[in-house]
């Protein structure tokens, strides 16, 4: 095949993952994210206090190309393993809970790693596309919030959360409908950081009942630098039930039951941030890997075509790479 000019719309991993793959295979691609920079739901918030993961806490890895992929990202320094004293706070009260899986976290943030997979590849940012217009029975524009135009592309990858990609995908019907399909639910998230470290061995915790299901120590992470610093996610039902709450107050609220699982009582924070994620997790697994419309040349990929995980943002970006070549 010879070289195709693609856009690819979501600079998440799934997009990041589509676009070194389709590099690899020598055709030209061009992300476009409406966001500052590439990652997405990979975000590493840099502050006074060190680098906060306020998205993904780390990763697992149980497909064979992705652990092969892992290998290569391990060798080059761009992630490493994290091992947690891991908790659990149930109905009996807070105990350790050790396993035997691995887990692993992006150096020196999580957001580390789909920057190091975008490489040097042509990233538009603080662009959010609008709509996708063909221009012949080969070609595609794309056209931004301000009507600013881009193109012409061979083929479009749309690499973002299902119902963003919805309206995107007005030339593609079938695809909407199938994508009509998915809900995703929200996730407060809670970032701290306190100038004495907090006395606990927690270093991670799965939550079970309350306002919170994670908690983790974000410096007990490797290559973390900076204050005892901790990030404290909702379930998706507290999200859903304080979706238009203050950041202020979350924090508050959210700060209360950080303090509560931990058991302890927490002295003025150094630094505290709330974010909320409209579109954190889908709600239920498919097993589409990734869709197309190969007759019109467009694609689509993200998490949401598996289970929202980093992993499978990994390989439905792979598998639309796959599809396109
Ligand atoms: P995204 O990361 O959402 O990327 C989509 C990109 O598209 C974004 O950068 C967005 O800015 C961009 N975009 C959207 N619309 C447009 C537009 N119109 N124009 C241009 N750009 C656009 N997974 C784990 O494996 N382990 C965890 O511990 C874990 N914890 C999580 C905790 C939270 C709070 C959240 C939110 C997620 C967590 N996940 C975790 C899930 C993991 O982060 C996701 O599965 C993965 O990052 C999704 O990648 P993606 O590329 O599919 O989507
Ligand atoms: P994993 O294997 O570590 O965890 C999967 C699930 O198994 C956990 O959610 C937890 O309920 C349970 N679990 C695992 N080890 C445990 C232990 N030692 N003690 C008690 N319970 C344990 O990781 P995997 O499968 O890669 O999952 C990714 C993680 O990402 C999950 O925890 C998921 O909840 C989280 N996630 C969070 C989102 C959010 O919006 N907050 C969005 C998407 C994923």
């Not at 992006?106 to 609008?130: F, H």
């Not at 901790?230 to 924090?251: G, Q, R």
Request: net charge negative; charged share 20%.
């Amino acid at each position: 095949m010879s070289s195709l000019r693609i856009a690819v719309i979501g600079a998440g991993l799934a997009g990041v993952s589509a676009a070194s793959a389709l590099r690899e295979a020598d055709h030209q691609v061009f992300l476009f994210d409406k966001s500052r920079g590439c990652g997405g739901r990979l975000s590493t918030k840099r502050t006074a206090v060190g680098g906060l993961d306020l998205g993904a806490q780390y990763f697992t890895a149980r497909d064979t190309r992705f652990r092969h992929a892992l290998q290569h990202w391990l060798d080059s320094g761009w992630v490493a393993e994290w091992t947690p004293r891991l908790y659990c706070c149930d109905a009996t009260g807070l105990h350790e809970s050790p396993d035997d899986q691995q887990r692993f976290v992006g150096l020196p943030g999580m957001s580390a790693l789909p920057r190091q997979l975008l490489g040097d590849a042509v990233l538009t940012s603080q662009t959010r596309i609008a709509q996708l217009h063909r221009i012949d029975a080969e070609q595609w524009m794309l056209a931004d919030d301000t009507g600013a135009t881009y193109g012409p592309f061979d083929r479009v990858v749309v690499a973002v959360p299902a119902p963003q990609a919805i309206a995107l995908l007005e030339p593609a019907p079938t695809l909407q409908q199938t994508l009509a399909q998915i809900s995703m639910s929200p996730t407060w998230t809670l970032a701290v950081a306190f100038e004495q470290p907090l006395t606990t061995p927690v270093d991670a915790c799965f939550v079970r009942g309350g306002p919170l299901d994670w908690i983790s120590r974000n410096s007990s992470k490797p290559g973390r630098h900076g204050n005892d610093s901790w990030v404290a996610h909702s379930t998706p039902a507290w999200a859903a039930d304080h979706l238009e709450a203050s950041p202020e107050s979350v924090a508050a609220h959210l700060l209360d039951a950080l303090s509560d699982v931990l058991g302890i009582a927490l002295a003025e924070p150094a630094f505290t941030y709330a974010h909320r994620w409209l579109l954190a997790r889908p709600d239920e697994t498919r097993n589409w890997g990734a869709l197309a419309a190969p007759e019109l040349g467009l694609y689509v990929c993200g998490d949401w075509c598996l289970d929202g995980r980093v992993e499978n943002a990994w390989l439905s970006g792979q598998q639309t790479a796959r599809t396109l070549v």
